[in-house]
């Protein structure tokens, strides 16, 4: 295999017509270089150069070799270049996705944090919720993705590094005039008999889960992705919902009142790549943005 340290000596003494000219102006030695011609024209299986009286002439081979190192050296130069531009968030991209409520409300800070800090560095968003989102990071169609669960830690996320951002505590939504807007929390039972609206097909096996946990099964009404449709639909009186902390940062729900639920549930908040990819400046990079903007 020619390597472009040879190329480079070989360049020199093609261009200098002698080892030891070539050792001053690389900075070696004349026995280094004679040793790196002998490599050099080993890998190539032919001589590259002849001494002729106190100079070094090159074989057609050589010229060939010094013809095209030109620009494999030019183009190994550039490449370093990029890497090192990368390496140090000069350059670089980032394709994240999220689920709608993190996209209003940590990604925001984050990106904005990350351009400052380094300009260089592009950033894509594309929406979806989990698990089509985990999915799509596996797939190798994002390198970070914003993403929750609901409960303990399972097995789900075992081959992905999982960056936990923040406990997400869900709230109750009930219209203005209702009979529990102002009462400082409630309990889930107490709104068994109303009509339900729910949201992503996450959230929504999440609050049948809570709704029987609590003796009932919720009679749903309507069901949308969209949460400031869910807001829209209390506000006019259609029914309740329960909507994540993190979506109320983001929807102002005119006509409808926010209570807490008793007991308490939460989801967890958390920021997803792959092993090798955490490793990549502008995915860490974005991973610890993150980590700050849910930490405000």
Do not use: N
């Not at 993190?102 to 260089?120: F, K, N, Q």
């Not at 797939?139 to 081959?159: H, N």
């Not at 909507?243 to 209570?259: D, F, I, N, T």
């Amino acid at each position: 295999m020619i390597e472009a340290r040879h190329l480079r000596v070989l360049r020199a003494v093609a261009a200098t017509g002698s080892f030891s000219a070539a050792a001053r102006e690389l900075g070696c030695t004349q026995p280094a270089v004679s040793q790196q011609m002998k490599a050099l024209e080993s890998s190539a299986g032919t001589p590259l150069l002849v001494r002729t009286g106190r100079e070094m002439r090159l074989t057609q081979a050589g010229e060939a070799l010094v013809r095209h190192a030109a620009g494999i050296l030019a183009g190994l130069t550039a490449a370093e270049e990029e890497v090192a531009a990368i390496a140090g968030l000069r350059a670089g991209r980032v394709r994240l996705v999220s689920f709608p409520s993190g996209s209003s409300t940590l990604v925001p800070t984050a990106l904005a944090a990350l351009r400052a800090a380094h300009p260089g560095t592009r950033v894509s968003l594309v929406e979806a919720e989990p698990p089509r989102s985990e999915e799509m990071l596996r797939d190798g169609d994002c390198d970070v993705a914003l993403a929750f669960r609901y409960g303990s830690a399972g097995a789900e996320w075992a081959d992905l590094v999982v960056r936990p951002l923040l406990s997400d505590r869900l709230v109750g939504l009930v219209p203005e005039g209702h009979r529990l807007a102002d009462a400082g929390s409630v309990s889930i039972g107490e709104l068994a008999d109303e009509p339900w609206i729910a949201g992503c097909p996450r959230c929504r096996g999440q609050l049948v889960a809570v709704c029987e946990e609590s003796g009932f099964t919720p009679r749903i009404d309507f069901a949308t992705d969209d949460y400031p449709s869910v807001a829209g639909l209390v506000g006019a009186g259609l029914g309740v919902a329960v909507l994540p902390g993190l979506a109320l940062e983001s929807v102002l729900p005119k006509g409808a009142r926010a209570v807490a639920l008793e007991p308490s549930v939460h989801r967890e908040i958390v920021a997803l790549t792959l092993p090798d990819l955490a490793h990549v400046p502008t995915v860490a990079a974005t991973l610890d943005q993150l980590a700050l903007a849910a930490a405000r």
